[in-house]
């Protein structure tokens, strides 16, 4: 039988090498804010005749917009990100990339967020994130509050949800500094969504982990948790694989207002795979060994692993 437990400290290290650079690229450039976290105006042009990329980017500095954020959104379709601007701007930005483009053209989607706004959404972001995060504690620990101390359980579920989204963030900060990928609303929604399918796929676990301790399996939790992830690790690849498949279709084939959110919701599942299988029931047994200590300590994880 695999032993998934007793790699726990290569798994642990795994997450590391993946979180501690995203986490310096937090903190040292951020991530990059789209409209709706930063204020301004986007909006999605169509143009009748073939326009290049090269060209609007031109016309657009040519017309005091050196800022703009130029994007292809499929079939000779643009999505422009400019600071805000009112309806009269609009109107004489389209009037003047009609005639230095020769080409008439159709604004087919157009939003502005103010400042203010954009504060609002942040705030709303995080309380919506520790809200669902405590929930997420109450639920788990009423769940298996049959268990010796559920709070452990919930506690563990917690921290395995924090790991994806950190890696979630981790990620588009680097490719915010890399590829200039920004994060919008629908960035936060494909975080809240990964946030119920990895809890979903934890408690999947979990639950396993819970029937054999029931059953008595072994005396040793170590050997009961790993046969409760190897009895779901079936069904947890073949559903992840499955949604995985969607995503990617839909990342490939789908419009660029939404890339943000297919590309979260890939990040993350893929992730919350790896958590429910590799983190989660793993932070168990260091709870139940009680090697907190050794978790946090370099030196005595590398002689773990050794």
Not at 1 to 28: C, E, H, N, Q, T
Not at 46 to 68: C, H, M, N, P, W
Not at 166 to 172: D, N, R, T, W
Not at 174 to 202: H, M, P
Request: glycine share 10%; aromatic share 10%; charged share 20%.
């Amino acid at each position: 039988m695999i032993d998934l437990i007793g790699k726990r400290y290569w798994f642990f290290l795994i997450s590391a090498i993946v979180i501690i650079p995203g986490i310096i690229s937090l903190a040292v450039f951020g991530l990059k804010p789209g409209v709706d976290f930063s204020s301004g105006t986007a909006m999605t042009l169509d143009f009748e005749k073939k326009v290049e990329l090269s060209q609007l980017r031109q016309e657009l500095t040519d017309l005091g917009y050196d800022k703009a954020i130029v994007q292809p959104a499929g079939e000779g379709d643009f999505f422009v990100r400019l600071p805000e601007i009112s309806a009269e701007e609009t109107t004489k930005l389209k009037e003047g990339l009609e005639t230095g483009l020769d080409t008439k053209l159709t604004v087919s989607s157009l939003y502005s967020v103010s400042p203010m706004v954009a504060r609002g959404t942040v705030r709303n972001t995080i309380i919506a994130v520790v809200a669902a995060s405590i929930g997420i504690l109450l639920y788990i620990s009423w769940a298996f509050r049959k268990m010796p101390k559920p709070i452990r359980w919930g506690t563990c579920a917690v921290i395995a949800l924090v790991h994806d989204l950190l890696v979630v963030i981790a990620v588009f900060s680097i490719l915010g500094w890399v590829a200039g990928v920004e994060v919008d609303a629908l960035f936060v929604t494909g975080v809240l969504a990964v946030v119920g399918v990895s809890v979903n796929n934890i408690v999947v676990v979990f639950d396993r982990i819970r029937e054999n301790l029931k059953r008595g399996v072994s005396r040793d939790f170590e050997v009961i948790a790993n046969y409760g992830i190897i009895e779901s690790l079936g069904r947890s690849l073949n559903t992840g694989l499955a949604t995985l498949f969607v995503i990617v279709a839909l990342y490939l084939f789908g419009g660029v207002t939404t890339q943000n959110l297919i590309l979260a919701l890939l990040i993350g599942i893929a992730t919350g795979i790896y958590t429910s299988l590799c983190i989660a029931g793993q932070l168990l047994v260091v709870w139940d060994k009680g090697e907190w200590g050794r978790l946090f300590s370099p030196r005595k994880q590398v002689k773990t692993l050794a």
